[in-house]
């Protein structure tokens, strides 16, 4: 280890004998290959333990239903820690100061939370689900279920592709290994101990790689403390931070990192498979135990590590060449043994691959529950074709993922319309499960008019002056309506979710028009919201259906007996 | 010194609460496998 820096050295740093020209940690070829064939191997040998000579399909997509506490929790951490929440956070520790690491952990860590008590719901209606399309599609039908199913493949696709980039990224600052040579060996890695059990594969990895990936940083966060010069030298630091990065409450880390997650807390959850497939597989009786757990875990990890971000703005550390998503590997590399640098490496090799084998899984699920079971095989699903749909569509997803990184697309435009989507279907999802006058009308058309709204406030296609912007501040308004009204529904009922959407809607009328204008893109994420909530009500109104809930645990069943009649009978109903 | 503390603390809480739900998710997974061992059940 280094000692403590002096003054103005970390922006003008000297190079080590074991530093690269970008000033990094240098590994040979040998040291980064030999790192990553024992993690890969170690966690292929993993899957040898639990590996069955004929796997089920409910085994495949949900581990059968019944994942343990541990398990679970450990599972649902690990797949919603992925490389780049360390980088995200520790930019928000290094931007906003004090309060930074908070504004990315804690909301990242309340979309675990606030979506559990809808879990609970989403299991009691379908005991026997695999994924949130299955449970709609027995709701709506087709339609409804292929809104949910396709904005679900896009999420994964695009975090697949995200995380392949990120092991690329690492294996090239470390070591002469190139870029694409990082993604190839991430993406096989990955395929070859996901494909053989899925679900099953991915949750018990998980475990092994949440346990390394939590001992590195309770090591890492404070050694990088102490060797930096320890708590005093970072007080003596605080004076280079602004006002409002010194503030624990700074409005300014509130409405631009804050603020933006806060909205997006629960459509992430709902448009995310890799949480619903985890809602599915726990014991039901461990969902609330299981996702508590993994809030805390998570919040405490990528809070932990995105204080290195406030770390190395107290020093005074700037980020080479502008980037920083090299502040962690800076200060890492700067203040740290090798040793520690391949921990750190082990850390993000082991975030990025849990995350990309839970995508595998729910992209499989997806295709082999909402595109064959549902669409394509109608009454007579096969177990055996099923599994065939799941595990090639790990190995076209993986192609995929590998072919996207490797070309470094620009997916912003693919991320503002995943993100809409997500937004605009909360609303339908959530309500369908609660009120029977929702139709599959209602749940489409909301759907699409919220997406137009989106587009037109999000790209400016209206001139967004008078009456106009006005209208998209009152949708907005309902949309921040929408999402405090949902979340306290979820944890205290339906009069407490409506007092709190009815208080929300005439503060943010009051307040936020006229202020949430110079806000646009805030604006459009909430009129995603708003809009589906607004048509998809008015059209539920009129609607004169009333539908039976127990239809859908009687029409979403397992896939495995299918030679037995009441393969589709729940089996808490046999 | 005081705010020593409190900056370190602030740092150094997070680790610590890591470590404590390690330790929760670790006991849980062992009493899941002692369990699934003695009703002769998979884990997973």
């Known amino acids: 280890m280094i000692g403590p820096a002096p003054e103005g050295y970390l922006c003008f740093r000297k190079r080590g004998p074991d530093l690269n020209e970008n000033g990094f940690t240098q590994f040979s070829t040998l040291t980064v290959l030999l790192l990553l064939a024992a993690f890969y191997g170690g966690t292929y040998l993993l899957t040898l333990l639990i590996r069955k000579d004929k796997e089920d399909t409910s085994g495949f997509m949900v581990a059968g239903h019944h994942v343990g506490f541990g398990m679970g929790a450990a599972s649902m951490t690990a797949t919603w820690i992925w490389a780049a929440s360390f980088y995200a956070a520790a930019t928000s520790g290094y931007t906003y100061g004090v309060s930074g690491p908070i504004h990315y952990g804690l909301w990242g860590a309340l979309m675990i939370l606030f979506i559990y008590p809808f879990g609970r719901r989403f299991r009691k209606l379908a005991p026997n689900g695999h994924t949130l399309g299955e449970l709609i599609h027995a709701r709506h039908g087709a339609s409804s279920q292929m809104i949910l ?10 975090s697949l592709m995200v995380n392949f980039t990120a092991a690329g990224a690492l294996v090239s600052v470390l070591s002469p290994l190139s870029f ?5 060996v991430a993406g096989v890695g990955v395929l070859a101990y996901t494909l053989t059990s899925g679900f099953r594969a ?12 939590m001992a590195i940083a309770i090591i890492i966060i404070p050694a990088v403390l102490f060797s930096a010069g320890g708590p005093s030298v970072m007080v003596e630091g605080l004076s280079r931070l602004t006002d409002e990065q010194a503030n624990l409450f700074s409005v300014e880390a509130i409405l631009h990192q804050g603020a933006p997650f806060f909205v997006a807390v629960l459509a992430y959850a709902i448009g995310n498979q890799t949480i619903s497939q985890r809602l599915f597989a726990v014991r039901e009786k461990h969902i609330k135990s299981t996702f508590v757990t993994a809030t805390i875990g998570y919040g405490a990890i990528v809070i932990g590590l995105g204080m290195i971000g406030l770390m190395a703005l107290s020093v005074g550390m700037e980020p080479i060449d502008g980037k920083m998503n090299n502040l962690i590997p800076q200060m890492v590399s700067t203040y740290l043994s090798p040793v520690f640098v391949a921990l750190f490496f082990v850390l ?23 595109v064959y079971g549902k669409n394509i095989a109608g009454d007579n699903p096969s177990p055996r074709v099923m599994m065939l749909v799941g595990r090639i569509t790990m190995i076209v997803a993986t192609v995929a993922g590998l072919i996207f990184a490797s070309f470094s697309l620009d997916i912003l435009v693919m991320l503002v319309f995943v993100g ?18 929702v139709t599959n009308a209602a749940f489409t058309w909301s759907v699409v008019a919220a997406m137009a709204l989106f587009c037109i406030a999000r790209f400016e296609l209206l001139e967004m ?4 912007v006005l209208f998209f501040e009152s949708l907005a308004s309902v949309g921040g309506a929408v999402v405090i009204g949902l979340m306290v529904f979820g944890f205290f009922g339906r009069a407490a979710g409506l007092v709190a959407g009815v208080i929300t809607l005439a503060a943010m009328l009051v307040f936020a028009t006229g202020f949430l204008r110079d806000y646009m893109v805030l604006v459009a994420s909430l009129t995603a919201y708003g809009a589906s909530a607004v048509v998809c009500t008015a059209m539920t109104l009129f609607s004169k259906e009333r539908f039976d809930f127990d239809l859908i645990a009687q029409r979403v069943g397992d896939y495995d007996n299918v030679e037995d009649e009441s393969y589709m009978v729940p089996e808490a109903a046999k | 010194m005081n705010s020593e503390l409190v900056y370190g603390a602030y740092i150094l809480i997070w680790p610590a609460l890591t470590l404590g739900v390690l330790g ?15 009703s002769d059940e998979d884990l997973l």
């Open chain 1, 149 to 158: 199913a396709v904005s679900n493949i896009l999420g994964s696709v695009i």
């Open chain 1, 420 to 437: 809409a989507l997500w937004g605009a279907i909360v609303f339908p999802v959530i309500v369908s499960c609660y009120w029977d006058r």
């Open chain 1, 465 to 468: 002056t008078g009456l106009t």
């Open chain 1, 348 to 370: 993000v090799i082991g975030s990025l691959s849990s995350t990309a084998d839970s995508d595998l899984s729910a992209l499989s699920t997806i295709m082999m529950a909402d």
């Open chain 1, 202 to 213: 991915s949750v018990f990895t998980d475990f092994a790689q949440l346990v390394a990936l």
């Open chain 1, 180 to 184: 694409e040579t990082g993604v190839i």
């Open chain 2, 24 to 38: 929760v998710i670790c006991w849980a997974v062992a009493r899941d496998v002692r369990k699934a061992k003695s």
